[in-house]
């Protein structure tokens, strides 16, 4: 304790120093003042530098150009009617609805022509039995067999000619005339059914060509009424002659042979 005592009483006897009190005094605490304003001054002009730094040298996005103005364009959508769905048959309103009415359109029917109608046969040509009962048949005395002429019996030789001709019985075939009376001949060849020649033209040459080759006498015989040739099966049978007529008559002008 009074070692203290001694140490404070040398304290107080030691000089002050030179300006030793202004350090705590008015004079150095506006000196630490003012250089806390330089400090923050500095502070605040290195912040000022590197903020306006970063602004000059940080990459910037460079504006896009301005876009053109779209032109406007008008879109015009065409509205498709939903097709109704078919009704019943014969229904002008659809089921299941009954306040809409809904018209039923036929479909265009596509005109048709129809077709030409077929030719009716000429029957004209064919004879009935009452027609042909007072003809004379081929060897009997009324056909010239046995008869004047030189003994010619023309109607014999000529449906002779007609049987073994193929050609003749296709004719008839076609025409339909198997098994009946045809008038052939009665001054004039007669047509048949829907031929078209008259005669049946294989039958009327094979009978030309049998007459212009026979004499010349047996051509100009008499003949008068009609006389029936007769084909192989008896029910086949052409009838010639019209009145008073001769066998020369069948070749036309001039009673010669026929060109064949």
């Known amino acids: 304790m009074k070692r203290g005592r001694r140490d404070l009483e040398r304290h107080r006897e030691r000089p002050a120093l030179r300006g030793g009190p202004s350090l705590f005094g008015g004079a150095g605490q506006a000196r630490v003042q003012r250089r806390d304003r330089l400090l923050a001054g500095a502070f605040a002009v290195g912040v000022h530098v590197i903020v306006l730094a970063a602004a000059l040298f940080w990459p910037h996005a460079r504006p896009s150009p301005p876009k053109p103005p779209l032109s406007s364009i008008v879109v015009s959508v065409a509205e498709v009617p939903t097709p109704e769905p078919p009704g019943p048959p014969n229904a002008d309103v659809a089921p299941g609805a009954p306040d809409k009415v809904v018209r039923l359109t036929p479909p265009h029917l596509a005109q048709v022509s129809e077709p030409a109608p077929a030719p009716v046969p000429d029957n004209s040509d064919l004879l009935s039995e009452s027609q042909i009962a007072g003809a004379a048949s081929?060897?009997?005395?009324?056909?010239?067999?046995?008869?004047?002429?030189?003994?010619?019996?023309?109607?014999?030789?000529?449906?002779?000619?007609?049987?073994?001709?193929?050609?003749?019985?296709?004719?008839?075939?076609?025409?339909?005339?198997?098994?009946?009376?045809?008038?052939?001949?009665?001054?004039?060849?007669?047509?048949?059914?829907?031929?078209?020649?008259?005669?049946?033209?294989?039958?009327?040459?094979?009978?030309?060509?049998?007459?212009?080759?026979?004499?010349?006498?047996?051509?100009?015989?008499?003949?008068?009424?009609?006389?029936?040739?007769?084909?192989?099966?008896?029910?086949?049978?052409?009838?010639?002659?019209?009145?008073?007529?001769?066998?020369?008559?069948?070749?036309?002008?001039?009673?010669?042979?026929?060109?064949?």
């Open 138 to 260: 081929a060897g009997e005395e009324g056909a010239g067999g046995g008869g004047g002429g030189g003994g010619c019996d023309m109607a014999r030789l000529v449906q002779k000619a007609l049987r073994r001709d193929a050609l003749v019985r296709k004719a008839v075939e076609d025409a339909n005339r198997l098994g009946k009376a045809t008038m052939l001949w009665n001054g004039d060849w007669v047509r048949s059914g829907i031929q078209d020649g008259k005669g049946l033209s294989a039958v009327r040459q094979a009978i030309m060509w049998e007459v212009g080759f026979a004499p010349q006498a047996c051509r100009n015989q008499q003949m008068h009424g009609l006389v029936l040739l007769s084909m192989a099966d008896g029910g086949t049978r052409f009838a010639i002659g019209s009145g008073d007529w001769r066998w020369s008559d069948l070749l036309g002008v001039g009673g010669g042979p026929p060109d064949r």
